[in-house]
Structures are given as C-alpha cells and as structure tokens.
C-alpha cells in the first residue's frame, strides 16, 4: 500500500513540475519585453544555424540584417518593419519578410541577457540580447 501511495505523489510531483514549465524561465510583462529590448539588439538564433540579429528602437522600429548570409541574396537582406507591445506578448510585422505578416511572441527571461521565445503559430526558439 506504500509503495502505490509513493507512486502516486511521484507521478502528482512529476505532472506539477511538467505542467509548470522549466523553473528558470520567467514569462515578462509587455512593461518588461519593452524594457529588456527597446534600444538593444536581439540575436535570434535561427534552425538554420545562423543567428539573425534584430534592432528594437524606441520609436517602434525593427531592423534585421541578413546580409552577410550568403542566403540572403535570395530575399530582402535588410528591412525595417515595426514592432510594439500588446496584451504582454511583443508583435512585429515586416513589409516582405514573413509575407508581411503580424507575429507576436511570448517572451521568457532565462537570464540577464537570454530568452525563450514563442509564436504565435507555435514556432519557439532562443536569442541572446545586446546593446
């Protein structure tokens, strides 16, 4: 009778700890995406292997430049689109990348200068943050 009671506040901890998500990323308020970004430089860390470095300025400009990718040539290797806050997730939209779709993201602080990020279609991934 123990060991089934043992089994099932291990499985209960187990599912508590899936279900909270790792303990060291914070999801940030739209006051701390614009805080932890604006002015700054955020280094996307791409499936590609490439990292896509991204300008956040204040004025609600984004700048990407891709164009020592040698890839690039066959897109827009720099644009600048627009970036804001809303409902705590920080949006975006581009004139021809990503076909000039709205994207916002979910942010997780993972460290002073790192994050997770997540989609709004689901994509996730990391960056680094400079500047």
Same mark, same amino acid.
């Given at each position: 009778?123990?060991?089934?009671?043992?089994?099932?506040? *291990?499985? /209960? =901890?187990? #599912?508590?700890?899936?279900?909270?998500? $790792?303990?060291?990323?914070?999801? #940030?308020?739209?006051?701390?995406?614009?805080? #932890?970004?604006?002015?700054?430089? =955020? @280094? %996307?860390?791409?499936?590609?292997? =490439?990292?896509?470095?991204?300008?956040?300025?204040?004025?609600?400009?984004? !700048?990407?430049?891709?164009?020592?990718? *040698? %890839?690039?040539?066959?897109?827009? $290797?720099?644009? !600048?689109? /627009?970036?804001? =806050?809303?409902?705590?997730?920080?949006?975006?939209?581009? $004139?021809?990348?990503?076909?000039?779709? !709205? @994207?916002?993201? !979910?942010?997780?602080? *993972?460290?002073?200068?790192?994050?997770?990020?997540?989609?709004?279609?689901?994509?996730?991934? *990391?960056?680094?943050? /400079?500047?």
């Amino acid at each position: 009778m123990a060991l089934k009671s043992l089994a099932a506040c *291990t499985a /209960s =901890v187990l #599912l508590a700890v899936t279900m909270a998500g $790792p303990a060291s990323a914070n999801a #940030l308020s739209g006051d701390e995406i614009r805080g #932890l970004i604006q002015d700054r430089t =955020v @280094h %996307l860390s791409t499936s590609y292997g =490439v990292t896509l470095p991204l300008r956040y300025g204040a004025n609600g400009e984004v !700048t990407g430049d891709i164009s020592g990718i *040698t %890839l690039a040539r066959m897109f827009a $290797p720099r644009e !600048t689109g /627009s970036w804001w =806050v809303e409902d705590n997730r920080m949006c975006q939209q581009w $004139p021809s990348w990503y076909d000039g779709e !709205t @994207h916002c993201f !979910t942010i997780q602080s *993972t460290g002073e200068n790192s994050i997770n990020w997540q989609r709004n279609d689901g994509m996730e991934g *990391t960056a680094r943050i /400079s500047g």
